[in-house]
């Protein structure tokens, strides 16, 4: 079509993974375990529902846009990131967050490199945008080399580097200290970091923003939070870069309820880590279970989920289906020829992992 953006006509989309739930009534879900997307397995904190409850009944809400300036909700994060204000902004999502930056800061001109394979939604916004991919790979085992990486840098001179750390799906993670020398060592490249899984691994590069201009910080409240459909995502970065992109931001584009339901879960920042610390465990429990398998290779990175290899393509596809049959969903991985024999499961707490060790195990003894 002649009237379409030119950098859109051959762009690949990104991939979604089944949403089989949503064909299934409401009250047969809980029998379904939805272990494709790396949502949160349980609800979030009671607080939320209390406080939607009380929303539903002021009858102003609903013809009015919602606050454009969300004071509370900036007060609640400051105060859980540990920043001040003008170092933070919230966003419908962070997938809508990483749009406005490839509009801030990308043009047809702009070289992206990615450290993949790794969240793909980053990579459509950019190519969106008119930037140009490229990718800097980790091994074959995805474990990191560093020098490979750097020689990357040097070749391809990018104005952009998307770093996803811990780095989904294969759930690598880089110290603060390697992030800060990258910072120094390219002064001239904006380095977006993607910490949507720091509540699981608790590593974070948030202050380093106070120093350097060359780094923003991006953040989820779907994973750990247990928010996902409310698609609620901040930005952390210095104040000037703050102010750069709120130029652009849609202030009302963050519903009321989305603004309620945040504040809510960060006024019980217990119920969150509690349920961090189950995933952290049943992840233990999981990858020991899956070491008398001895075709499949793990990869149990820092974040909530587990990379898994087979032995095959034709394995994974038969294991995944295998899953489907039994109400368990997981995410088959194509983004990468290097991901091709494997899949993603998401890791929820310990007596939803023993449903999923059950149906592995008896997917080796008599599905295949």
Request: glycine share 2%.
């Amino acid at each position: 079509m002649k009237f379409i953006n030119k950098y859109l006509r051959n762009i690949q989309p990104y991939s979604v993974a089944s949403h089989k739930i949503w064909d299934i009534p409401y009250n047969e879900q809980k029998n379904v375990l939805k272990l494709d997307w790396n949502e949160a397995t349980i609800p979030p904190s009671p607080k939320v529902k209390e406080r939607l409850l009380k929303l539903v009944e002021n009858e102003n809400i609903y013809n009015l846009y919602p606050s454009v300036l969300n004071k509370e909700l900036l007060q609640s994060l400051s105060q859980y990131v540990g920043l001040s204000e003008e170092n933070i902004q919230c966003f419908a999502s962070s997938d809508i967050l990483h749009e406005y930056i490839a509009k801030v800061y990308m043009t047809v001109d702009t070289n992206v490199l990615i450290l993949g394979p790794s969240y793909d939604n980053f990579r459509l916004a950019c190519q969106a945008s008119g930037a140009e991919i490229y990718y800097s790979a980790y091994n074959d085992d995805f474990t990191f080399d560093a020098n490979n990486f750097y020689n990357d840098v040097v070749k391809i001179k990018p104005t952009v580097i998307y770093i996803c750390n811990p780095n989904n799906p294969t759930g690598n993670i880089h110290s603060v200290k390697y992030i800060e020398s990258l910072l120094n060592e390219f002064s001239d490249t904006l380095f977006i970091l993607d910490e949507a899984y720091y509540e699981f691994s608790g590593v974070t590069a948030k202050n380093l923003v106070l120093n350097y201009d060359n780094i923003l910080v991006s953040r989820t409240m779907s994973k750990a939070f247990a928010l996902a459909n409310f698609r609620i995502g901040y930005l952390i970065a210095s104040a000037e870069n703050i102010r750069l992109i709120s130029n652009v931001r849609n202030a009302k584009s963050l519903s009321t309820f989305a603004q309620e339901a945040a504040i809510a879960v960060l006024s019980d920042l217990d119920y969150m880590k509690k349920y961090v610390a189950e995933v952290n465990k049943a992840k233990l429990y999981f990858t020991k279970a899956m070491k008398r398998h001895n075709n499949i290779t793990l990869y149990n990175g820092e974040g909530n989920f587990v990379l898994i290899k087979m032995s095959s393509e034709d394995e994974k596809k038969s294991i995944c289906s295998f899953l489907s049959e039994h109400n368990i969903f997981v995410r088959e991985l194509s983004q990468s020829i290097k991901l091709k024999s494997c899949f993603r499961i998401t890791i929820g707490t310990i007596s939803q992992m023993e449903r999923v060790v059950s149906v592995i195990d008896d997917f080796f003894k008599y599905g295949k």
